[in-house]
C-alpha cells in the first residue's frame, strides 16, 4: 500500500496526536517505513487491510531515510563502475569539460557556476569533497550518459519529453510552484539572484516578466520563465521551467528533475 492510499484512513487533520507533524508523514512512516497504525488514535484497525505495513520496525521515517541513503550510495557506486573504464579525454570535448594529459582521470567543469572534479572513483565541488549521494548521482550521470547532441536553444516543457508523465508533479512540487511562491512580487529579485549564477537573458519574444537561461550543467541549460503576480487580475505567480529538446541525450529524467530542484535551492540560498 502507498502512503496516499493509507491517507484515506486517516483523519487528514494532522493533528499531531500520532507524533508525526502531518498525517502523509506518519502514512509514509507506516507503510514504508512499518511504523503500527495504532498509533494513530483516530485509525479503526478493523478497517486496515492485512498487507497495510512491512513488518514493524524501530525505525519510522528515519529507517525510510536510511534506506534510501543506502539506495543512493548503491546507485552511486554503480556509475563509479559505469565511467572507470571510458575516455575521459573524449568525454570532455562531448561534455563540455575540461580534460588534461596531466591529470587524465578528472574532468572539471561547471554545476550551477561552481567548479567540479569528477574522477573515477571521487568527486568533490568548490575544493570540497562532495557527501551528498544526490549530487553525485547526477555529476556521475552526466558523465556516463557520454554526451550527445548540442543543446541549439529549442526549447520544451518537460510534459514534452518521452515517459515524463509521473515527473511533471514533481518538478512543479520541487521546483515551479516553490520559487513562485518564493518570488511572488519580487521579480527584479529574481532576476537579479540569475545574473548572480551567470544567467543570460532568453530570447526576446517571449512573454514572462523574467526569462533567464541556467546553465545547471555544461550542456545542461534550464530556461527559467517567470509571469509575477497580477493581485487586482487575480492572477498569481507563475514558473515554468523549459529544457533544450536534446537534454535526454545527457541526462535521464530523475536526474533532470533533481537538476532543477537544485536550481531552485541555490536560487533560495541566495535569496538572503
Known sequence: MTPHEFLKYLSATNCGE???PACLAFAVAVTKGGV???LCPYVDTKDLPADIAPPQTEGGLDAVDRGQEE???ALVTHLKSKVK???FKALGR???????AEDPDVLKFSYLGRSVELG????????EQLVDPRDQILLYNYVAFGGGRIPDGTWVGMESLPNSISKIRTLATYCELRLAKRFSGRAEKLTALCNEIGAVSGPADQSADVGMIISVLPHVPHYLLFW??????GFEAKVKVLFDHHVMDYLDLESLVFAAERMADLLAELDV
Open 228 to 233: 509575477d503576480e497580477e493581485p487586482e487580475d
Open 18 to 20: 500520532c507524533g508525526y
Open 71 to 73: 539506495r543512493d550510495m
Open 85 to 87: 573504464d571510458l575516455d
Open 120 to 127: 573515477r572513483t571521487f568527486v568533490s565541488m568548490a575544493n
Open 36 to 38: 503500527a497504525p495504532e
Open 94 to 100: 562531448r561534455l563540455a569539460a575540461d580534460w588534461s
